[in-house]
């Protein structure tokens, strides 16, 4: 027999399985498939009109006084019954019938309301005592369940945590994708059950286009003042992995509550819009979404391109220590400067990462180096307006949905690379892939130890000394061992120039002019920044 219903109720059959109705020996007679109706209430009544007393998911219990005695009675009693909606019919033997008639009993069955008789007499008011007794508490644990919810999610807070962990937990206590939507519909942030499987919830929500939010829970999260601003937005949890109980409607009012405090903070649905974007970017480069889907799931997020090129870019900032109010502002500031581009871009954002990953639509390819430069300068615009400087744009290849995510994962590492490189507009990722072999090779001793082999007397020396020879080496390689050209960005006459290259090549013992030489001074001067 079914003991566990939904989270907050008592089904019939746990009902059934307590101690005072046991004691009648019941017998399920009809609609045993249904026995895990919730039960709301209790009610004992002989009336033969009792349908009209009742308002549906009650538990009735009766001796059969108002049956009628007639067919055409009993079938109307049952029937008026079911159209109640009363969770089961439960009938005690004895005082009217020693068996339940055929009319009762068939009628329930073809209405498939649960029908249960008692061959043995039970206090009615034990019965009801006891499952009210049941309904008291499951209600106090539902609150307890509500309220250990509500506690997570202010530990979130306080912990430095935002809207999306808020999110995560909620959606995690109810198994079901979670949604933060403006009042007008627009999708800000989406949540779903973590290492569940089931639909990505963008997927989810591009079909509510065509199927409506029928099943939804929806909670106004308020905003400031009457009228327009009274809504700043709605919680909405759909039912496509679990059922949903009362339980999560409780928790779902606490949890807006907690959302209203922190969407009180100024540009909150900015910052939170550009964490999902940056949720779908990231999970697209990490394989997590399928490129199959993620050209429907993007325009979920606005991101509509023509039937061009795709181009990946990533932005990170110069430091990692960006305040965690700080990234609204940022947002903001670098989509203002976007919208000036001329090309459709999806920005999102990474505060774990701390960088910013785009996609932008291209017409053509031959455009790249163009739109590259608009949107890089759009970018450091962005970020300078927001306190940041020089910030590493690096550019991908332009590419299709379907290498998009190894694209954006490419120019993540190329960004990280990249930094402690000259200050440019934007980098080439294909011109980085050095930059990104020996950055994953940083955690080896290998490079560390190569880096020491081949210039450590040079590095040793310039800590020394207050004459630098990196740079002047630096950039001799950088002209490929042309001296003149070399002496002319050093601002050194020649002569001075030709000293130094000797003063280097002594502490190395080496030929600079030598090609492998040279080769292995570049290699080692590049991994210097990663292993330092």
Not at 67 to 86: C, H, K, M, N, T
Not at 210 to 220: Q, S
Not at 457 to 463: F, S, V
Request: glycine letters at 12%.
């Amino acid at each position: 027999m079914e003991a566990q219903g939904p989270q907050g109720t008592i089904t019939v059959a746990r009902a059934l399985d307590l101690p005072a109705l046991r004691k009648g020996l019941p017998e399920v007679l009809a609609a045993g498939d249904r026995l895990d109706r919730p039960v709301r209430w209790v009610h004992a009544g002989e009336a033969p009109h009792i349908a009209t007393l009742l308002k549906g998911g009650e538990l009735l219990l009766t001796t059969g006084l108002g049956l009628g005695s007639r067919p055409a009675e009993q079938r109307g009693f049952v029937r008026g019954l079911a159209e109640r909606g009363i969770a089961a019919l439960v009938v005690e033997l004895g005082a009217r019938f020693a068996t339940l008639p055929a009319a009762v009993v068939d009628t329930a069955r073809s209405l498939g309301l649960p029908l249960v008789q008692l061959h043995r007499e039970v206090p009615f008011v034990a019965v009801t005592e006891e499952i009210h007794t049941e309904l008291v508490n499951e209600h106090y644990a539902l609150l307890r369940r509500a309220e250990e919810v509500h506690r997570q999610c202010t530990e979130v807070l306080l912990g430095g945590g935002g809207v999306p962990e808020v999110l995560g937990l909620f959606a995690g206590f109810t198994g079901n994708p979670v949604f933060l939507q403006t009042p007008d519909g627009r999708l800000l942030y989406a949540a779903g059950p973590a290492g569940r499987a089931g639909a990505d919830p963008l997927q989810v929500w591009e079909g509510l286009r065509d199927a409506g939010l029928a099943g939804a829970l929806t909670t106004d999260i308020p905003g400031q003042g009457p009228g327009p601003g009274a809504v700043r937005a709605r919680l909405t949890v759909l039912p496509v992995n679990a059922p949903l109980a009362p339980v999560h409607r409780i928790a779902a009012e606490r949890t807006a509550g907690l959302l209203a405090v922190v969407l009180l903070q100024a540009r909150q649905e900015e910052e939170l819009a550009a964490r999902g974007r940056g949720d779908f970017l990231s999970g697209l480069a990490d394989g997590r979404v399928d490129p199959a889907d993620a050209p429907a799931q993007a325009r979920v997020l606005g991101f509509r391109p023509g039937p061009g090129p795709l181009l990946p870019m990533v932005l990170r900032l110069s430091t990692d220590l960006v305040p965690p109010d700080s990234w609204a502002a940022l947002v903001c500031a670098v989509q203002e400067e976007l919208a000036a581009v001329g090309a459709p871009v999806l920005l999102g954002v990474r505060l774990p990462e701390g960088r910013i990953p785009l996609l932008v639509g291209l017409r053509e390819e031959a455009e790249r180096a163009a739109v590259a430069d608009r949107v890089a300068g759009a970018l450091r615009a962005g970020t300078e307006r927001s306190g940041q400087r020089r910030p590493v744009v690096v550019a991908g290849a332009p590419t299709g949905w379907g290498a998009a995510g190894a694209g954006l994962r490419h120019a993540a590492e190329a960004a990280t690379a990249a930094r402690g490189l000259p200050d440019r507009l934007w980098h080439d990722v294909r011109q980085l892939d050095v930059d990104v072999l020996l950055w994953r090779l940083r955690s080896q001793g290998d490079l560390a130890a190569f880096v020491d082999r081949v210039i450590g007397p040079l590095i040793a020396h310039d800590r020394a000394s207050r004459q630098a020879l990196l740079p002047t080496l630096e950039t001799y390689l950088a002209h490929a061992g042309r001296k003149a050209e070399t002496a002319r960005e050093l601002h050194l006459n020649r002569q001075t120039l030709y000293d130094r290259l000797a003063r280097i090549a002594r502490l190395l013992g080496t030929d600079l002019e030598d090609p492998h030489t040279a080769l292995s001074l570049n290699l080692a001067l590049r991994a210097r920044r990663h292993v330092g």
